[in-house]
């Protein structure tokens, strides 16, 4: 079974604080996602990464910045943390999804992280 | 991507089938119907898709409509732990579409004793 593990539930950080979340993948996925959810609002997507050292951003980068140094790790860093970051991270991974394969894209997600920012 | 329409919240008996409906009259001749659902607490999980043909896998089977306008996603013998949100996306599979999944706010599924 694919596994997507991030490595941390749940945390609490300060305001100004900068945070790292971890996620790593191993099935050998080309990309990696990472999204927040939120109540009322849904899965938005934060950033991401359809191969190492590649980066997209997706609807609501603002405030975030991400890292894929090796293709089974995708890092989400808060440069400086602020309350209105506080949500529940997701991280997924899925196979590549070139026009020309058959693949259908479903996504893998991991536990969550559930960050609390004061 | 399609928009979907889903009941709020629907309950079944445990043992017994759940049949989830899903509308999606807008959707388009290459996108494909995906199911996730997320219990409390975790992240969502992936159950099934399909294009056209009816799907089944060890989870669940998909029924899809032959106007593929709905869909409903068969749980046959619901336990306890399927309690969950259950969520049905359209959207095009391959090319760049990645991972812009679009879920709405899904169907609670509450399985009773």
């Known amino acids: 079974d694919v596994k997507v593990t991030q490595s941390s539930r749940y945390l609490v950080k300060r305001t100004g604080e900068k945070v790292f979340l971890e996620c790593v993948q191993d099935?050998?996925?080309?990309?990696m996602f990472w999204y927040r959810q939120d109540p009322g609002l849904g899965l938005r997507l934060i950033y991401f990464?359809?191969?190492?050292?590649?980066?997209e951003k997706g609807d609501i980068p603002e405030g975030y910045s991400v890292s894929r140094e090796k293709k089974e790790r995708f890092s989400l860093i808060l440069e400086s943390a602020s309350t209105n970051q506080t949500s529940m991270y997701l991280c997924?991974?899925?196979?590549?999804?070139?026009?020309?394969?058959?693949?259908?894209?479903?996504?893998?997600f991991g536990e969550g992280s559930r960050l609390t920012v004061l | 991507d399609a928009k979907t329409t889903q009941p709020p919240s629907m309950d079944c008996a445990e043992g017994r089938a759940a049949n989830l409906p899903c509308n999606h009259s807008t959707i388009s001749g290459n996108e494909y119907v995906y199911w996730y659902r997320q219990i409390h607490s975790q992240g969502p999980q992936y159950i099934i898709h399909?294009?056209?043909n009816n799907e089944t896998n060890e989870m669940a089977s998909l029924i899809i409509t032959e106007d593929r306008k709905s869909s409903t996603l068969i749980l046959p013998h619901a336990t306890l732990r399927d309690t969950a949100v259950y969520y049905c996306?359209?959207?095009?599979?391959?090319?760049?579409?990645?991972?812009?999944?679009?879920f709405g706010q899904g169907t609670i599924l509450t399985v009773h004793p």
């Open positions: 399909g294009l056209k």
């Open positions: 997924a991974s899925s196979p590549f999804q070139g026009a020309k394969t058959s693949n259908t894209g479903e996504l893998f």
């Open positions: 990464s359809y191969d190492v050292k590649m980066k």
């Open positions: 099935m050998d996925h080309e990309n």
């Open positions: 996306i359209v959207r095009v599979a391959g090319g760049t579409s990645y991972g812009k999944l679009t």
